[in-house]
């Protein structure tokens, strides 16, 4: 399954609001997952079941969308969210992950 | 907490084998709830699963990569290891463990270890 993310890189000011995109090859009825990752560092698990967020992530990320068609978004952006974020399905193997969205704070 | 830490060269010959363990600490190995994966990401691009297992050894591997890959456990050492043969500077990467829930997300990550293949 071929996961396309959009945009490919992003800049917003803090405070600003932040929606990002991916895209499944086919449907996988809510498998989804987002990471974030800080330069340097491993993948963090945001969210998983497409809504889900994951013990002690900011609620300030939220994720929703259905069949192919997947949204993360941020409500209000932070210094700290500077990072790479990547879609991942969780349907079938092989597990893919979108290639991944820059956020850079302005 | 669940812990993953890689261990292994940093730095292999074109053609030759690649061995890398991960050591799993605060969680047992042997868990019913989890697969352990190898994820890989090459400098600057995105992530690539290369395979997991379950702590019975069965195995589950990515196709594009399945004929040069091997992943085993020894449950005994809470360790589960890669090896990737014929590598390339293709193979070039920071190579993760991780830890997966039967859903399929991984909510554990080790810190990666930097593989660079090169003469």
């Known amino acids: 399954i071929q996961m396309t993310q959009s945009p490919s890189s992003l800049s917003a000011s803090a405070g600003d609001r932040v929606t990002i995109t991916c895209r499944a090859s086919?449907?996988?009825?809510?498998?989804l997952a987002w990471y974030q990752q800080i330069p340097g560092k491993a993948p963090k698990l945001l969210l998983y079941?497409?809504?889900r967020l994951e013990s002690g992530v900011p609620s300030r990320f939220s994720g929703s969308g259905s069949g192919t068609d997947y949204t993360l978004t941020v409500s209000s952006l932070q210094p700290e969210d500077s990072a790479t974020y990547y879609c991942?399905?969780?349907?079938?193997?092989?597990?893919?992950f979108g290639q991944g969205t820059k956020v850079e704070i302005k | 907490q669940l812990q993953l830490q890689e261990s292994g060269p940093g730095l292999v010959k074109p053609s030759e084998t690649l061995s890398l363990t991960c050591t799993v600490s605060g969680y047992s190995i042997t868990s019913y709830s989890y697969y352990w994966a190898w994820i890989r990401q090459p400098p600057g691009k995105g992530l690539e699963w290369i395979g997991n297992i379950y702590y019975s050894g069965s195995t589950y591997y990515n196709p594009s990569l399945e004929s040069r890959v091997s992943i085993s456990v020894d449950t005994s050492k809470s360790q589960f290891s890669l090896t990737m043969t014929s590598m390339t500077a293709a193979d070039t990467a920071v190579y993760y463990c991780?830890?997966?829930?039967?859903?399929?997300?991984?909510?554990?990550w080790g810190q990666g270890t930097l593989v660079t293949v090169s003469s």
């Open positions: 086919q449907d996988i009825t809510n498998s």
């Open positions: 079941a497409a809504s």
């Open positions: 991942q399905q969780c349907y079938s193997t092989p597990w893919t």
């Open positions: 991780a830890s997966r829930l039967s859903s399929g997300w991984f909510d554990y």
